[in-house]
């Protein structure tokens, strides 16, 4: 009789449809259509390029594939999907689907279309904010609590996938906390089907609540494969509200350099004892400094909160107000000290221009890494490819058609953005990430992959 009644109760944990609950929760998701207009060229490679470069003949290439239509202003499009939040026309979607956009229109589930205008945006979190105008009440989703989302619940994922129009996808909670890209990144990862379209669209629990804003996919051709990323709602929903109230985000900033406290420093640090806290390694001008923090501290706790990583410590801070005095004990000498900081406002921070600045070279230097053979994007080759501004990046010129990467799906024109979870600005930081992930004992390197503005991962073997 008890096994009988375990079944029975295992049972009901399966949902034996989702289909209730995709008709109570379609009509508060949308289907994204965005439109830019691209200038045409003014002429050949030899504008990008010095000419006789080894690289003009990869940018010839790349304009002969567009055709002669590529000397005129033409417009694009791109698809993405959204979710509308609140019954005024508030949609919230990915940041990279709108990203440029001259003209942003949004299509319901139940018919019809409604121009939108960008509220705001934040492209560390890879979220944007939207507003339609409409004359009766939208139907709309609420956020739930993306912490109390359990590996092995069941989640549904709805959007555009590939251009197809409305579709439900459903699968379970992989695994949280995942950090693919930036430092504020808490990925809820699942195997519900999520393709190129899914890009902004929601995960739903089963009480029809948002956990998750569908935003990437591990792939090695560009299809699911049944590792999607949804960046958890309890980071977005801190996002949105900024966004809403401000346009922007304003996050706290601390103002020091830290790194993780390793088992072997335990020993070596007096008084520390457990591998645990940032151990700051420089303290330059800002609030930290103000506060009176050493280079050699290792933090403890910020504002009541336990410190168990950098990365932990980085999302508390970020999520802590500006100028909002705060608590903070360190370890210094042995003893534990508490400082009082005044937090900055990071994107000010951010936004400071250096006094120098190392002069640009005259001409890109290419390397071939792993059958890729990679330069240093510039703001040409940025408006070439069609890569927003402010994009760092190695741009591939061309891929050996026998190596791993030809056969992960890479293509000459990809611009590689992040490899090992850190951002590429150089060939060397690429050099860098492959030797870490060697001496690591790591059998693969994880690259973040964009095309046409598409990101993608691609985990790409290393030991060719």
Do not use: C
Request: without cysteine; negative net charge; aromatic residues 4%.
């Amino acid at each position: 009789m008890l096994f009988v009644m375990a079944q029975t109760l295992i049972a009901q944990a399966r949902p034996d449809s989702f289909a209730e609950l995709a008709e109570d929760i379609s009509p508060a998701v949308v289907n994204i259509t965005t439109s830019t207009v691209v200038a045409g060229r003014t002429g050949g490679p030899q504008g990008i390029v010095p000419e006789g470069s080894p690289f003009e003949d990869f940018f010839r290439e790349f304009q002969d594939r567009q055709g002669n239509e590529g000397d005129q202003p033409r417009r694009t499009s791109a698809l993405g999907s959204g979710f509308v939040i609140s019954a005024d026309g508030f949609v919230v979607t990915n940041n990279h689907v709108i990203e440029g956009a001259d003209e942003i229109l949004i299509e319901f589930f139940e018919g019809g279309e409604l121009p939108a205008k960008v509220i705001g945006t934040d492209k560390n979190t890879d979220i944007a904010l939207l507003k339609v105008e409409s004359d009766e009440p939208l139907d709309f989703v609420k956020f739930g609590n993306s912490d109390t989302a359990r590996v092995g619940d069941w989640v549904m994922a709805m959007g555009n996938p590939l251009g197809q129009g409305f579709s439900v996808s459903a699968g379970i909670v992989s695994q949280r906390g995942r950090s693919l890209s930036g430092a504020y990144d808490d990925y809820i990862q699942t195997d519900a089907a999520i393709n190129r379209g899914n890009s902004g669209g929601p995960l739903f629990n089963m009480d029809g609540d948002v956990i998750g804003v569908n935003t990437a996919i591990l792939s090695p051709n560009g299809g699911s494969i049944g590792i999607g990323f949804s960046m958890a709602s309890n980071v977005v929903t801190k996002v949105v509200d900024q966004l809403k109230e401000f346009g922007e985000t304003r996050r706290g900033w601390l103002g020091v350099r830290i790194q993780d406290v390793t088992e072997d420093m335990v020993d070596a640090v007096d008084g520390l004892k457990s591998a645990a806290g940032a151990m700051v390694t420089d303290v330059p001008e800002g609030p930290a400094l103000e506060g009176g923090v050493l280079s050699g501290d290792v933090i403890l706790s910020f504002d009541g909160q336990a410190v168990k990583d950098v990365r932990g410590l980085v999302r508390t801070v970020g999520n802590t107000n500006v100028g909002k005095t705060v608590d903070m004990v360190v370890l210094r000498e042995g003893g534990e000290v508490t400082l009082q900081i005044t937090l900055g406002r990071r994107e000010e921070a951010e936004g400071a221009v250096p006094a120098s600045q190392p002069a640009p070279s005259s001409e890109p230097v290419e390397k071939e890494i792993l059958g890729l053979t990679v330069t240093e994007l510039t703001d040409e080759m940025r408006e070439e490819l069609g890569v927003s501004e402010g994009t760092d990046g190695l741009v591939v010129s061309n891929v050996d058609e026998l190596s791993k990467a030809y056969e992960k799906g890479l293509r000459a024109g990809d611009v590689l953005t992040e490899a090992g979870q850190q951002k590429l600005t150089s060939i060397a930081d690429l050099e860098d990430r492959i030797t870490e992930a060697t001496e690591a004992g790591r059998k693969s390197l994880l690259l973040l992959v964009r095309r046409a503005g598409e990101p993608r991962f691609v985990a790409l073997n290393i030991e060719e």
